[in-house]
């Protein structure tokens, strides 16, 4: 569907017809269209076996997000469940990466805790006024201690 320039000249006591509503259902059409997603949901676990002082990517391959945008605000979200491996404590930090720039502060955009049972975490970030283009998100992370992020996380991005 193509968006129609709405009329906006109405005269007071003119109809609105068949073609005007049809318009404006047109135009809810086109700009459901504009509304782009990229998403990923997680095969298999991913586990990191050694401490990580930088973040790095959790998959670089396929938690790794390109976005062509009209320009605008982007709403980020990504959910999983965490486990460590070990009877000891694990820290665990989450951020994204945006064409080559970190979003979040020193502990990324969320920090927690995890030990030796399921732990499910998530967040929903609004990155705003992203020039039109191409864009890459990655979902990065900073652990102390063995962590294993368990198939069915997922991770996308929304061009709102």
Not at 83 to 107: H, P, Y
Not at 142 to 147: E, K, P
Request: net charge negative.
């Amino acid at each position: 569907m193509a968006w129609t320039t709405p009329k906006t000249d109405w005269n007071t006591g003119e109809l609105v017809t068949a073609d005007h509503i049809n318009a404006i259902g047109e135009n809810f059409a086109a700009l459901k269209q504009l509304s782009t997603v990229v998403s990923y949901t997680t095969k298999a676990d991913i586990v990191v076996d050694t401490d990580q002082e930088l973040f790095e990517d959790v998959d670089s391959n396929n938690l790794n997000l390109t976005l062509v945008t009209t320009g605008g605000d982007v709403l980020v979200h990504f959910h999983g469940v965490f486990t460590s491996d070990n009877d000891s404590f694990a820290d665990n930090c989450l951020d994204i990466l945006l064409d080559g720039n970190r979003q979040g502060g020193e502990d990324g955009l969320i920090r927690f805790g995890v030990y030796n049972r399921r732990r499910a975490q998530s967040f929903t970030r609004l990155l705003q006024n992203l020039s039109a283009g191409s864009h890459t998100f990655k979902l990065q992370w900073r652990n102390w201690f063995r962590v294993r992020l368990f198939a069915g996380a997922q991770f996308w991005v929304r061009e709102i």
